[in-house]
């Protein structure tokens, strides 16, 4: 639950004021992103998804009250932001917010209702930027025909939540022939807040590799569930936070912690000789493993506590035999063993109830530690990689 939720009177998902709130935080937070320190909207940049995000809500909620659309982002960043008072928006807000003689762009700059409509939204738009960050990764990675970028990226974030200053330079230089490189690690990491420390130090969590937070005074949490019960039990990694990085905290909740359960299998895959390619074919699964005799199988890692629920968001696996790179003999669902334990029907139920599973009796659900077990060791380590 965000900060927002928690609040008496708060809208709930789906109400138009919900809409219009998470609306205006996209534009503003879109907005507030287009300019500098010197605070000009550089008009040489490139727009920020999230402007593009809020021009189609913007458009539905239109075509709503039949008005007239901005016709593109910079229809909407120059007519509507910089000359339209919020009241001529079609927008339901709380009159306590007071917006309506607000504009979002005064003299080419984000107003300080935009900036601070932006900075008290950020949960709210969280939820939905998170995932048009990876899609926008995905989209310039396949426009390149490079998905090893797209796998790099989510391994890099996966395995270093906390990057320091020459560490974050040395990363944003590793594929200087895509510019858009250096941006995405931009907009993945933030500098660690003063409120994210403890003397000068940040610490990463020994267990899941994420940064904690300061308990006052009674060391760190880390915030994961998994680690909740290990709380004060083992030894934080300290780093100096001066100048550092840490991954940001919807990317950790959409990216890093799934990828750690695919990591867990990965590696001991690789341990027992086969060359694992991670996230193949843009995240069509998470994994594929080849042995050398060319025996294969594609895996797709899925954490839920609730098979019922999980069931739903399974998805046909892809069709790729023959001579396509990934080609696989076996198809799995893997989940973790701590989910299964003391749950029997934990499986049961999900093959019950997942039409694509029961659609694709060659894919199999399994828990991790069955398959490593069940798969070939050749007794020679292969290798966990990003491209085919
Ligand atoms: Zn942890």
Known sequence: ??????????????????????LLSLV????????GWWGQVDRRRPYDDRLQLGLDRLAVACARQGLEAPVGVADLVWSW????PMREWPLVLDPDAQADGELLLIDGAPSEFCREWARATRDLVADVHESALVNHVKDVARAL???ELYAHWRMLLTERAVLSAAEMIRQRNRFLDVPSWARWLDESYEPVPCEGTVNGRIAVCPRCHQWMTPAG?????????RCAVHRFGSVPDLREAEGAFRLRADLVGYIALPGRSELLLAKPLAARGARVVVSPGYDALD???????????????????????????????????GDHPYAYDKGYIAVPEDR??????????????STALQGQPHVQAITIEDLIKQCPDLGTPGEVTCGP
Not at 1 to 22: T, W
Not at 28 to 35: E, R
């Open 217 to 225: 005074g009674q060391g760190w949490l880390c915030p994961s569930w």
């Open 1 to 22: 639950m965000s900060i927002l939720e928690a609040l008496p009177g708060y809208a709930g998902r789906g109400s138009p004021e919900r809409e219009s709130e998470v």
């Open 81 to 84: 932001c910089a000359e339209r």
């Open 287 to 321: 994994a594929i493993a080849t042995w050398p005799d060319g025996f294969a199988i594609g895996v797709d890692v899925k954490d839920w506590r609730n098979p019922f629920l999980l069931a739903r968001k399974i998805k046909r696996f892809p069709e790729w035999s």
């Open 145 to 147: 025909g490079r998905p």
């Open 340 to 353: 299964t334990r003391g749950r029997q029907d934990y499986l049961r139920i999900l093959r019950k109830h």
């Open 28 to 35: 503003a937070s879109g907005l507030s992103s287009l300019s």
